[in-house]
């Protein structure tokens, strides 16, 4: 172990009863010297304070949380570290950040950690150093406490909601690259002309005005009943008073929901009299937003189950039942019990992975509860089971089963027919049915609403039945493979202003349409305008990726950005090296594919493409850079 034996150099971050010190941390939005990912990057060394445990030891207790890193061979404590922040950073999840590294120097470990989001990750290292610290010195650790604060952490990041996290995990899979804009709060997919920014589910290619159409559940009801589709009879009130005279007109029970509303917020179905309604009609009042009129609709409840259909790019592609949030009595236990239990059920974790939220206790469910003349401190017969909800909501603890396989085929013609109404890439259509897989023109069915902006969490990711692969329906949508997300780009460790701007105009001559993006230490430029260079250098290389219209990326990667910031991006097509560093020559591993590089090492050039390698001598006359120019036409 003679890599983590300290030296006489000061201790940064260890305290005087510490085993290991942590210390030069480095957070990497993109591909670095240590990583093709994101990273989080930090030195590990053992301090002369304590001795370390055999490092079985410290296995052992791990593995008490992880059985499956307990059959692994660990040479350094470094690597038996690194491993087991790299299995807590996927944060009980499932995430997708499987990758690490270590190097080892004289004194100290590098150690490289995948990462997404870097506030969680610090946190992630340090729970682990606090956990090995105290299986050092044998004590008690909150390792569960600790992890669900890390949990929250990341649910609260831009990354943390399900429909954000499902697709960028699937682009990540894909090869489809991705990344956050911090100003916009977007979500972009692909560099330059070929991409696509959005929002969970929406996206910049719908139409506004149409995704703005769905919202007004006024207009849009009367829209499908022209179209002949089944919708629930009703009216629009601005008073409690008008809102009893169309219950008494229409007859009860009725559902009551605000004009403009999300995620089922104050929507109350089965309203069964009028103190139910006075009741309902308050909760939706609440649930609209300040700037909005207090408009509220009061419809026909429909009896039977409730359906999601969803459409990707104007086709059915999955169903999904939605039940209410429920608990089974054991003939013990109050409600308020079996809650508390059932909130344990590792599925209702309430992360972007797990397939059913938290159930919450509030006075609506206590009021339902007492509608069944029950309350939070009965004691449930053995094998009764109790809905806590009229709403079968997932944000609310609903529970989600897959019906794409039972859906009538006049169903899916149905859902079909009403998204090729929309320039929208994804639309969920809410239904209430007896049974799905009778058609619609048989009665018993009625649609509720449409959603321009649905989840997916709930196919992708149901409680019972196959998954529907939703994110890669999205993503296909836009890109059929990778490469069709990806501009071309040509990557230098060196390239001076005089030289970048001679490769815009080479470029330019033959292909003068083009809209090229460049950027090198000495300055930015679209074509041969001159753009201000921000100090972040991968700032100005995301800004350029950001141009809807840009057909190439040119781009300077030394060593001392490579070290200081990674790389923003992967994939390029052709590299360029000159007399490259150690560290400079992480630029050929994330190239592309059969993509060009050419290496030049004092006189000497290796040409390597497609398999192929060429080797050349420049003559002291001959300058690289215009060797170079003569052979980068195969790019387009």
Not at 495 to 520: F, M, Q, R
């Amino acid at each position: 172990m003679v890599q983590e034996q300290s030296t006489d150099r000061i201790r940064i971050n260890a305290r005087t009863t510490d085993v290991f010190d942590i210390f030069n941390f480095k957070y990497y939005i993109g591909s670095n010297p240590y990583l093709d990912t994101g990273a989080l990057v930090f030195d590990f060394a053992l301090t002369e304070y304590r001795d370390p445990l055999p490092i079985k030891e410290y296995v052992a207790i791990i593995s008490h949380l992880y059985p499956h890193l307990a059959g692994q061979t660990y040479q350094l404590y470094a690597d038996l570290f690194a491993r087991f922040v790299s299995e807590v950073g996927k944060l009980d999840m499932g995430l997708h950040l499987n990758l690490w590294s270590i190097k080892a120097y004289p004194s100290y470990v590098r150690i490289g950690i995948q990462a997404l989001h870097e506030q969680t990750i610090r946190g992630v290292v340090y729970l682990v150093w606090d956990w090995f610290e105290s299986i050092s010195q044998n004590e008690d650790f909150p390792f569960e406490e600790r992890l669900i604060k890390l949990q929250n952490s990341f649910r609260e990041s831009v990354y943390g909601g399900s429909t954000v996290y499902a697709l960028l995990q699937a682009a990540y899979q894909q090869g489809i690259p991705a990344f956050y804009l911090w100003e916009e709060g977007l979500m972009q997919y692909g560099y330059g002309k070929k991409q696509v920014r959005g929002v969970g589910t929406t996206f910049d290619i719908d139409s506004h005005l149409d995704s703005e159409f769905t919202t007004r559940k006024d207009d849009s009801k009367e829209f499908l009943q022209r179209l002949g589709f089944p919708v629930p009879s009703g009216d629009i009130v601005i008073s409690e008073k008008a809102a009893l005279a169309v219950a008494r007109e229409i007859g009860y029970p009725v559902a009551i929901k605000p004009v403009v509303s999300h995620k089922g917020i104050g929507v109350t179905p089965d309203v069964q009299n009028a103190k139910e309604l006075k009741s309902a009609y308050n909760k939706a009042i609440l649930a609209i937003p300040k700037e909005e009129s207090q408009r509220i609709i009061v419809e026909k409840s429909i009896s039977g189950k409730n359906f999601r259909l969803l459409c990707v790019n104007r086709k059915f592609v999955a169903a999904t039942e939605l039940m209410p949030a429920s608990v089974v009595g054991d003939g013990y236990s109050t409600i308020r019990e079996l809650i508390k239990r059932e909130n344990r059920n590792p599925k209702r974790r309430d992360t972007p992975t797990s397939p059913m939220s938290k159930i919450l206790i509030n006075e609506g469910m206590e009021l339902y509860l007492n509608e069944q003349r029950l309350g939070l401190d009965s004691i449930v017969k053995s094998d009764r089971t109790i809905y806590l909800s009229k709403s079968a909501n997932i944000s609310s603890g609903g529970i989600s089963i897959n019906a794409t396989n039972t859906i009538h085929p006049d169903n899916i013609i149905l859902a079909q027919d009403i998204a090729q109404n929309f320039r929208l890439t994804c639309l969920g259509i809410d239904i209430i049915a007896k049974n799905i897989s009778k058609s619609w023109k048989s009665g018993n069915f009625t649609i509720l609403k449409i959603n321009a902006a649905p989840g997916i969490l709930m196919h992708f990711n149901p409680v019972k039945g196959e998954i529907i692969d939703i994110p890669f329906h999205i993503l296909s949508t836009f890109f059929k493979s990778a490469q069709d997300a990806k501009i071309p780009i040509i990557t230098f460790n060196k390239i001076s202003l005089a030289e970048l701007h001679a490769t815009i105009d080479h470029v330019l001559l033959k292909y003068p349409n083009l809209i090229i993006g460049a950027v090198c230490n000495e300055g930015i430029f679209i074509n041969r305008s001159e753009k201000i260079l921000h100090q972040d250098y991968n700032y100005n290389v995301q800004t350029l990726l950001r141009h809807p219209q840009l057909d190439l990326l040119i781009a300077e990667y030394p060593e001392d950005i490579l070290e200081a910031e990674g790389m923003l991006y992967q994939g390029s097509n052709i590299v360029v090296l000159d007399n490259p560093s150690e560290t400079e020559m992480i630029l050929l591993r994330d190239a592309i594919d059969g993509a060009m590089a050419l290496i030049k090492k004092e006189n000497n050039v290796s040409i390597r493409h497609k398999g192929l390698i060429e080797d050349f001598t420049l003559d002291k006359e001959e300058d690289f850079f215009n060797f170079y120019l003569q052979k980068i036409r195969s790019i387009f």
